[in-house]
């Protein structure tokens, strides 16, 4: 199966800072590539998909990067919202994989 | 809109089956596949298995293979997930979620508590 690996685990930034998080596929997965918000007590949110497209009603400032092997999704300014867990998942090939994650949390 | 309801929280012993359901609505059901996940407690989410509404054409994960089945009732809108032999490392929140590819809308997530 395709081993997602994110980094770092934890990321402690302060509002309206620029946070860059990673997430590596252990083999390609094109643009099959989706990134996920998670709040404490709430399911996840889809942020992004197709590697660089935002979903429905996703701020300007989420942006994703990357294929094959190498992402990136990019917060501009962080927003007291956006102190979350995210992960990655890609959905090119079976078994789907998620990675383990990225804290954002408040430096 | 669309919806994803889940059934309420579970208790169960170790060795027990658990079976949860999840009714979708706002969208038309056979359009979409629909991706089971688990949550453990302080951990991401896990790919459980997906199941096709339009053909049951079916995947899983290769730990849950053997032990979970996914099934759907399209004359209600609703997907099953029966998970047996239940260990205490089964507890977790258990989501349903629809799914093109990305997953776009997840139920409300159901707590499966496995304990003697």
């Known amino acids: 199966e395709i081993v997602m690996t994110q980094s770092p685990a934890t990321l402690s930034l302060s509002p309206g800072e620029r946070a860059t998080l990673t997430c590596r596929a252990s083999q390609t997965v094109s643009s099959s590539l989706a990134w996920y918000q998670q709040r404490p007590g709430q399911a996840p949110r889809l942020l992004i998909y197709g590697a660089d497209i935002r979903a429905t009603g996703v701020p300007a400032r989420f942006t994703g990067s990357g294929s094959g092997t190498e992402f990136t999704l990019t917060i501009s300014s962080l927003q007291s919202e956006d102190f979350a867990v995210y992960y990655c998942h890609q959905y090119y090939d079976w078994p789907r994989t998620l990675g383990r994650g990225t804290k954002v949390d408040i430096k | 809109q669309v919806q994803l309801v889940q059934s309420g929280p579970e208790l169960k012993k170790p060795g027990a089956s658990v079976k949860v359901s999840c009714k979708a609505s706002?969208?038309?059901?056979?359009?979409?596949?629909l991706t089971w996940l688990r949550q453990a407690p302080g951990q991401g989410p896990e790919w459980m298995g997906w199941i096709s509404t339009f053909n049951d054409n079916r995947n899983f994960a290769q730990n849950l293979q053997g032990r979970v089945t996914l099934t759907t009732d399209p004359s209600t809108n609703t997907a099953y997930m029966e998970l047996r032999n239940l260990q205490s490392d089964d507890t977790a929140v258990y989501y349903c979620?629809?799914?093109?590819?990305?997953?776009?809308?997840w139920g409300q997530g159901t707590l499966v508590t496995v304990s003697s």
């Open positions: 979620a629809r799914d093109w590819g990305p997953i776009d809308h």
């Open positions: 706002g969208y038309p059901f056979n359009n979409y596949g």
